[in-house]
């Protein structure tokens, strides 16, 4: 596993354990939310962001988390040894977005200049990702990356598992 893609729900977990693999494995770590937002949470040319997720995935190794199918799969999954499905319950991903705009703690993987939000918008999109997102992410995943192997983690048991499952690399990598 030397190129890894994270996808789920809004706070499923996807940056923590995108972290988690790249300390684990030496592996540096790509957020996508950190190239896609702007300032403000403003949006950027869609060319722009490709070219943002092209520069960051260039190298050999990397665990990329986001999900941005329609944008960006065509760029990392011909290149992804293996895609991470988070199929974290929507009531502890509606949980946790609330939890941590309530505590409003600084993330690395936040955009510069974004401070930590939620509105109805976002959790109307956590609540319902299963049913109006996911199946579009996963038809996109479906046409362009079949062969690639994949493995869902439902829950902390099943991310500690899988964690504990793989090697410890000496070195380290920031996330």
Known sequence: MQRIVILGNGGSGKSTL???????????????????WEPGWAEPDAEQFRTRVSEAIATDTWVCEGN???????LRLPRADLIIWLDTQRLTCMTRVVMRS?????????AAGCAEKWDRVFLKYVWRFDRD???????????????????????????????????????????
Request: hydrophobic letters at 40%; charged letters at 20%.
């Open 133 to 175: 997102y996911r199946p579009g992410i996963e038809a996109i995943r479906l046409a362009i990356g079949p062969q690639i192997p994949v493995v869902h983690l439902r829950g902390n048991r099943d991310v500690a598992a899988f964690l504990d499952s793989l090697p410890v690399t000496s070195e380290a990598c920031p996330g």
């Open 68 to 74: 941005y199918a329609r944008r960006t799969f065509d």
């Open 102 to 110: 309530i505590t409003n703690h600084s993330r690395p993987d936040l």
């Open 18 to 36: 995108a972290r988690a693999l790249g300390q684990r494995l030496a592996l540096p770590v790509v957020h996508l939310d950190t190239l896609f």
